[in-house]
């Protein structure tokens, strides 16, 4: 997986202003895989990031790169306690919660609706989006909104000046390890 990737879909998230990204890339066995995470892990761990395969299927990988401590404060709110209750999973525990989302990856196809609160999207438009798929939405961007469409599409605007810089500084020579900000 290359370090370029990993900026251009996960700058936001190396810079603290989001909870996680999640990127698909190539990875040929699962030796190979289990490696890059655990150089990935070795390099951005004392970023307070961590880097987990949810699935690998075909020669590809899918990569949850999240923040620990924003998972927990982001789960651990009312709204979405109880939606992810509702959907089995054991709430209290962030690290409990991650352990089943992998193994809802790896024992389905499909992707669990709910993975957008790991995402860190607002429990109202993960909420809208289980319940009510594409109807309603107000507007698209990195996640579809059926809540406050103006919050969200600052969002949207932060999230992409985020990555533009980020992956200026890449390309003229920065590290990810150095463009990850420690929390």
């Known amino acids: ?8 879909l996960c700058s936001p ?23 890059e995470v655990r150089r990935l892990n070795a390099r951005l761990g004392s970023k307070g990031l961590r880097v987990l395969p949810l699935s690998h299927k075909g020669g590809r990988a899918l990569i949850y790169i999240y923040r620990p401590k924003l998972l927990r404060r ?6 979405s306690s109880e939606m992810l209750k509702r959907e089995g999973y054991t709430c209290g525990n962030a690290d409990i919660c991650v352990a089943e989302l992998v193994k809802r990856f790896r024992r389905s196809d499909s ?9 860190g999207y607002p429990p109202e438009d993960v909420y809208g989006f289980i319940h009510h798929h594409s109807e309603g ?7 579809k909104v059926y809540g406050d469409e103006a919050a969200a599409r600052a969002t949207f605007a932060r999230y992409e000046r985020c990555t533009e810089q980020y992956l200026q500084q890449y390309r003229s020579g920065r590290s990810v ?4 900000v420690a929390m």
């Not at 989001?18 to 699962?30: I, V």
């Not at 982001?74 to 709204?79: A, E, K």
């Not at 390890?177 to 990850?180: C, M, P, V």
Request: one cysteine or more; proline letters at 2%; charged letters at 25%.
């Open 1 to 8: 997986m290359s370090e370029e990737t990993i900026v251009r």
């Open 13 to 35: 998230t190396l810079a603290g202003i989001k909870t996680a990204n999640m990127f698909s890339c190539e990875c040929a066995t699962r030796e190979e895989l289990c490696r």
């Open 74 to 79: 982001d789960l651990g709110g009312s709204r």
């Open 111 to 119: 992707f669990p609706h709910e993975i957008g609160l790991f995402l």
């Open 137 to 143: 939405c107000k507007c698209v961007g990195c996640w």
């Open 177 to 180: 390890e150095s463009l990850a």
